[in-house]
């Protein structure tokens, strides 16, 4: 990340609001929102600020750490359009300000996150939602969490352009680091249900680089669609036990690809489950049989993901490991002991690294994690 200037240096005056939102680790319930089902996703340390100040010029300019040696973009108000770069995350939130008549006359805006771009920990979201609230709070709109995450999702959906459902959104707003937001995406009801003290989270990236926008995210949707639309439902979240029967006799894959939706939403409901009642052995078995739905179902894995996978399972005090975020590469959430994740994490490292051009970054939970 490159050091930028203070907000003063940068724009002339001090900064008029100051917001963050975090980043955020999915633990279990992947490719299931889209599919109307059920979340499970926790708040990671890293962080997404943004700094901001009014202009009354109908300009907005704004500075990020964390685009090349830090990057300026500008636009006018009322003349936001796609330009498949970062500020269209910038132009999609003012463009959803705008259509609730929010008196936007410009700002100027710092950018600066801890939350690694495209490692799968939603770097996207927690910027979007950290931008929601600068514009909240400079404009006194009165729009609440689910509101922002509303607002994010749009912005990042209809104006970025990538097919993203409400999870990420919704963990940068309302998700903390001490409890998992067990969130409805069809309804987005949810719960913050306490992360076990027996346990801790580990994030290790593959640096295997990943594109929620890619043809294969597209495809994975595409075939859940009509794997419901065969299985005679409106999404796959509906899929009941008598349609749950059918679904061998679907055309391969949609076959799999259904099953991983079906079998995942159930595993959401039997983490909550085994979180409530502090099973962590049954929590790290559905960590694992996560991962081999990915892998074996929903074909979103990667060999340098599954090595990742294998060599923390492999490690005694790890109750389970899984893929986590949308896939094509991305990182390893496991489930360990507590104590006991950084000694892992160097472990996981070190197995990764033995084969040449890997290098894994441990992200939460490890020695070089910030
Ligand atoms: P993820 O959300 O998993 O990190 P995405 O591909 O969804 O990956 O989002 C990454 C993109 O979001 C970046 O390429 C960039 O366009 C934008 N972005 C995220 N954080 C920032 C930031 N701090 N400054 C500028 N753009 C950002
Ligand atoms: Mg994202």
Redesign the pocket.
């Given at each position: 990340m490159a050091r930028l200037q203070s907000f003063e240096a940068l724009f002339g005056r001090p900064a008029a609001v100051v917001t963050d939102a975090p980043?955020r680790v999915n633990l279990i319930g992947e490719h299931t929102d889209y599919n109307g089902g059920y979340v499970l996703p926790t708040a990671i340390p890293q962080r997404?600020r943004v700094e901001a100040a009014p202009r009354s010029d109908g300009v907005v300019a704004v500075v990020?750490?964390?685009?090349g040696r830090g990057?300026r973009a500008s636009f006018r108000v009322g003349e936001e359009a796609r330009r498949g770069?970062?500020l269209?995350?910038v132009q999609g939130i003012v463009t959803g300000f705008r259509a609730l008549g929010a008196p936007l006359s410009g700002f100027d805006a710092r950018?600066?996150?801890t939350?690694?771009?495209?490692?799968?920990?939603?770097?996207?979201?927690?910027?979007l939602v950290a931008l929601a609230r600068a514009l909240r709070a400079m404009l006194a709109v009165p729009v609440d969490d689910v509101g922002i995450a509303r607002l994010a999702h749009a912005a990042?959906h209809d104006f970025?352009g990538?097919p993203?459902g409400m999870m990420?959104p919704m963990a940068a707003s309302l998700a903390d680091e001490r409890t998992a937001l067990f969130l409805d995406t069809r309804t987005l009801a949810f719960e913050r249900i306490p992360l076990p003290t027996e346990a801790e989270l580990l994030v290790v990236d593959s640096r295997v680089a990943?594109?929620?926008?890619s043809g294969d995210y597209r495809t994975r949707r595409a075939e859940c669609e009509r794997a419901a639309a065969a299985l005679g439902v409106s999404a796959l979240r509906d899929v009941d036990a008598a349609a749950e029967r059918r679904i061998g006799a679907l055309p391969a894959p949609l076959d799999r690809r259904a099953r991983h939706v079906v079998t995942e939403n159930a595993r959401v409901l039997a983490a909550v489950e085994a979180l409530r009642s502090g099973d962590m052995d049954r929590l790290g078995r559905l960590f694992d049989e996560s991962h081999r739905s990915m892998r074996d179902d929903f074909e979103v894995s990667v060999p340098e993901v599954d090595a990742l996978v294998a060599s923390a399972r492999a490690q005694p005090d790890v109750y389970g490991a899984r893929l986590t975020?949308?896939g094509f590469g991305?990182s390893i959430v496991a489930l360990v002991k507590r104590g006991r994740a950084a000694a892992v994490a160097r472990a996981v490292v070190d197995a990764y690294g033995r084969t040449p051009g890997r290098r894994a970054r441990v992200l939460v939970g490890g020695p070089s994690a910030s």
């Open positions: 980043g997404t990020t750490a964390n685009v990057t770069a970062w269209d995350y950018i600066e996150s939350v690694p771009l495209g490692s799968g920990l939603s770097s996207s979201a927690s910027l990042e970025v990538a993203v990420d990943h594109n929620h926008a975020g949308g991305g």
